[in-house]
């Protein structure tokens, strides 16, 4: 599986983006799918994943402001991100394997390369 997210940009505070994590391959809707991001001088964080049957999970701190979703015949995962904030700058990565355990620890076999998310105050 070959991974491709986009979608990020710069926006103010407040406002909204939708993030797509597009995957290559036929055996896309046997994978969960992790969002994670990377700030900085931090160390990368899960945003929010969803497993193969749609099963959801997010991070205290997007949590009511941030949907993840999966398209399954257009072979990608979205990450609605809305109420943004300054914290929420970081570049954002989508990480896939068939186990949804293995995606929640970061350790899915497969990484896209990141797109740049820059929340403005």
């Known amino acids: 599986v070959q991974l491709q997210a986009s979608g990020g940009g710069l926006v103010q505070a407040g406002g909204s983006l939708r993030l797509s994590c597009a995957a290559s391959g036929s055996t896309f809707r046997n994978n969960a799918i992790g969002w994670y991001r990377q700030a900085p001088g931090k160390q990368r964080e899960l945003v929010a994943a969803?497993?193969?049957?749609?099963?959801?999970t997010y991070a205290d701190s997007v949590k009511g402001r941030f949907t993840i979703s999966r398209d399954n015949a257009q072979n990608t995962v979205y990450l609605h991100l809305n109420s943004l904030k300054p914290e929420d700058t970081a570049v954002y990565y989508c990480n896939a394997d068939q186990l949804f355990s293995t995606v929640l620890a970061g350790l899915g076999d497969y990484w896209g390369h990141g797109t740049q998310v820059t929340v403005s105050s």
């Open positions: 969803i497993s193969r049957g749609g099963t959801t």
